[in-house]
């Protein structure tokens, strides 16, 4: 998240959260009370400040204030994120446009896009190959970059360069220079507006006073500091409702609710109106229902974001497969299908329902549960905790999926034919193994004693590769043969053009 204030109190803000960068439109009198607000809603891992704050402002720069973070940490002395005050230059607003343009991911989504180009000297953000037709594509994209967020904004668009800025310093940091996964890391795949018009203004001290937010320090040590909320809400207005979000967006809006009550008579007449219609004892079975089908839904956003990144497994600890990719899009598929239908049992007059009827495809939905049914062998994926793809989906995958399992067979065999031909006096025991991105070894004891192979292959030329507390490794012309002819069989499937890159089925 990055923060600027101008000389007259104007704040902007943005910030990055799943691949996509959110730009406020700037508040023209704002101020530290307006700041606060912003970093109690967004509840941001890291702040960016400019150096133009004033330094004397320990709330804003530092960070210190207990209000601004609703944490109660005096004991513990620290804050729920980490605060970076940055040179103003990187809020700089002609920057940060500069910045935006050379977003690929943002622009260049579809290969069949159109490019605006006009006469002109190209800039060091162009395209290389527009140099030999003497244009520049920059004001293409910043009309493209007009119609998506609002460039009079300046304050927040100055706040958009300093965490590109942020992001790429990141990158760097964290991957090699031609590490591939580097490209994969911090994308920017959409840019977003939000704004604070229509909405009334609460500063923390005032969400505190009337209990609507009552936050106290989580008794679990792990999870305070940076990267966690550092607290639990305790009983408060905000806390009687929480129980009831379903889902994780239904939280995240419930709280947004809270932070910024609407001063729309038409969206608190539609709240209204929805309740009434949803509390009449002819529709608690439906609501019982609605309710149970959104629990089984998770974030979306965030399984979308793994998908494009290609990962497609959860955490073990969380279940494996079922925290995965995969079994989160056919659980919102299955379940957004049980809620359409059930919208069509409440009675009464319900907008909601037919807004639900227009964004909500049923054939779309159908057809992205039955591509994971047909693709995916859910049973294994559970047993195995991770994803299996079924068996004649790709007949390459299945064909390297048979040597794979095969393997034990053709490395038993291997190791009894080089045992045949050892010298009669040798009695070792000899393995043939497989590691996965290293190849056929063979596998002879080592001698404690001697610190040496019980065998290494005499005349054979055995080139000794590695040791291990209790083994030595070789490789001879039969291994170099093996390598060659099956090569790396798991890296082969793992990284199979044109194949779903799951685990094998082994």
């Known amino acids: 998240m990055a923060l600027d204030i101008k000389e007259r109190g104007a704040v902007g803000c943005a910030y990055y959260k799943d691949e996509a960068l959110f730009c406020m439109d700037d508040i023209r009198v704002g101020g530290l009370s307006m700041v606060d607000t912003l970093k109690l809603e967004i509840q941001p891992t890291m702040v960016l400040i400019s150096t133009r704050v004033d330094q004397s402002n320990d709330r804003l720069a530092i960070g210190r204030s207990r209000a601004g973070s609703l944490v109660d940490d005096d004991e513990q002395g620290r804050l729920p994120y980490q605060t970076d005050i940055r040179p103003s230059q990187e809020f700089n ?18 290969e069949h896009s159109i490019h605006f180009l006009v006469p002109g000297e190209p800039t060091a953000y162009d395209e290389s190959n527009l140099a030999d037709l003497g244009s520049t594509d920059r004001q293409g994209k910043l009309l493209r970059l007009s119609g998506l967020i609002d460039l009079d904004s300046r304050v927040s668009v100055g706040c958009l360069g300093a965490l590109l800025a942020c992001i790429q ?62 607290a639990k809400e305790s009983l408060s207005i905000y806390g009687l409702f929480q129980h009831l979000a379903r889902t994780p967006q239904g939280k995240s809006r419930l709280r947004q609710y809270f932070l910024r009550p609407s001063l729309d008579l038409t969206v608190i007449n539609d709240r209204l109106d929805f309740v009434g219609v949803m509390a009449r004892d002819v529709n608690a079975v439906p609501l019982q229902k609605l309710s149970k089908s959104m ?68 054939f779309e939905l159908h057809a992205v549960g039955k591509m994971i049914h047909e693709t995916v062998d859910l049973d294994e994926s559970i047993e195995q905790h991770r994803t299996v793809v079924k068996h004649a989906v790709n007949q390459e995958l299945d064909n390297l999926k048979r040597i794979y399992d095969g393997l034990d067979d053709l490395l038993g065999k291997a190791a009894m034919a080089i045992v045949r031909t050892l ?57 170099r043969e093996m390598d060659e002819s099956l090569g790396d069989v798991l890296g082969t499937i793992y990284g199979e053009p044109g194949i779903l890159r799951f685990p094998p089925s082994r």
């Open 169 to 230: 310093r990141r990158r760097a940091s964290e991957y090699l220079p031609e590490d591939q996964a580097a490209n994969e890391a911090y994308r920017v795949r959409e840019i977003e507006m939000f704004s604070l018009k229509g909405s009334m203004f609460i500063n923390p001290e005032t969400l505190v006073s009337l209990q609507i937010f009552q936050p106290e320090s989580h008794p679990n040590a792990f999870k305070q500091g940076p990267g966690s909320s550092g």
């Open 423 to 479: 010298p009669e006096h040798v009695d070792v025991n000899l393995n043939v193994i497989y590691f996965p991105q290293l190849g056929f070894y063979i596998t002879v004891p080592l001698d404690r004693l001697t610190g040496q192979a019980a065998y290494d292959g005499d005349d054979e030329n055995w080139e000794r590769m590695f040791t291990t507390q209790n083994s030595v490794y070789f490789k001879d012309w039969r291994m």
């Open 93 to 110: 607003y002609e920057a940060a446009k500069n910045k935006l343009t050379t977003l690929k991911d943002l622009f260049d989504q579809d």
């Open 295 to 362: 629990s089984k839904i998770k974030n979306i956003r965030v399984a979308m974001v793994h998908l494009h990144k290609g990962v497609s497994g959860g955490n073990n600890k969380l279940g494996g497969f079922k925290s995965g990719v995969w079994a989160t899009l056919l659980a919102f598929a299955y379940h957004s299908l049980d809620i359409l239908e059930t919208l069509g049992e409440v009675v009464g007059e319900l907008p909601i329902r037919v807004q639900a009827m227009e964004t909500m495809n049923r």
